[in-house]
């Protein structure tokens, strides 16, 4: 069992490149999320899908666009990577509102 | 801002003895939960209390909620090495798939 795949792992981008984030559950879950984690912040919520074909805001939404691709495809997309996106990010799927995570992805912005 | 808030931020205590934390919530609720962080990996998922029960067990850890309060506490029993990690709570909003965490809380626990 797969569970949640994160790809990339890792990922050095400049300031004011674009990159998508890939996530995909092999759970058939519903929801899907995409967190980030930064040194005493905790998990902070970017963006969720409660169902294939919605997305809604989480709490720091600025900066980012996701996709819905189908129920397995939950992608985070940067358009323009700033210093203050460098994080690591968590992509989750829900069951019965317990979350399943990836292992996440270390992204640097220089 | 986030919903969770985990009090003490960080605990530190020897083999055998019990780990409380705490976690304090600011809107009503459906379920809140709690999940574990070993370094540098995803959180894993450790036991959900539904908004109409008050206590639940599972192991050695017992989670109470108190929604009067807008509170929760784990308590880990008979602690372990191997339950040094960071620990978070989290909570579901009614009426919605709108799951947020708290900052966290780190727990060692010393051989």
């Known amino acids: 069992n797969a569970g949640v795949t994160q790809t990339p792992k890792f990922q050095v981008l400049k300031t004011g490149q674009s990159m998508t984030l890939q996530c995909a559950q092999d759970?058939?879950?519903?929801?899907m999320y995409w967190y980030r984690q930064d040194p005493g912040m905790g998990l902070r919520l970017i963006y969720y899908?409660?169902?294939?074909?919605?997305?809604d805001k989480g709490e720091v939404p600025n900066g980012y666009n996701v996709s819905r691709l189908n129920k397995r495809e939950f992608s985070l997309r940067l358009e323009s990577a700033a210093p203050s996106q460098t994080s690591v990010y968590f992509c989750?799927?829900?069951?019965?509102?317990?979350?399943?995570f990836g292992q996440g992805t270390r992204l640097t912005v220089v | 801002s986030q919903q969770g808030e985990e009090d003490p931020q960080a605990l530190s205590i020897q083999e055998g003895e019990n780990a409380t934390m705490n976690c304090s919530y600011k809107?009503?609720?459906?379920?809140l939960q709690w999940y574990r962080q070993n370094s540098g990996r995803g959180l894993v998922h450790l036991i959900l209390?539904?908004?109409?029960?008050r206590e639940k067990h599972s192991g050695r850890l017992r989670v109470t909620l108190d929604t009067s309060k807008k509170s929760s506490s784990l308590l880990i029993t008979a602690s372990r090495a191997a339950d040094t990690a960071s620990y978070f709570c989290?909570?579901?909003?009614?009426?919605?798939?709108?799951?947020?965490f708290g900052k966290g809380m780190k727990l060692t626990v010393n051989p």
């Open positions: 989750a799927s829900t069951w019965e509102k317990r979350a399943f």
């Open positions: 989290a909570t579901v909003q009614g009426g919605s798939e709108k799951l947020v």
């Open positions: 809107t009503s609720i459906n379920n």
């Open positions: 899908s409660a169902s294939e074909g919605t997305t």
């Open positions: 759970m058939n879950h519903n929801s």
């Open positions: 209390i539904r908004s109409n029960e």
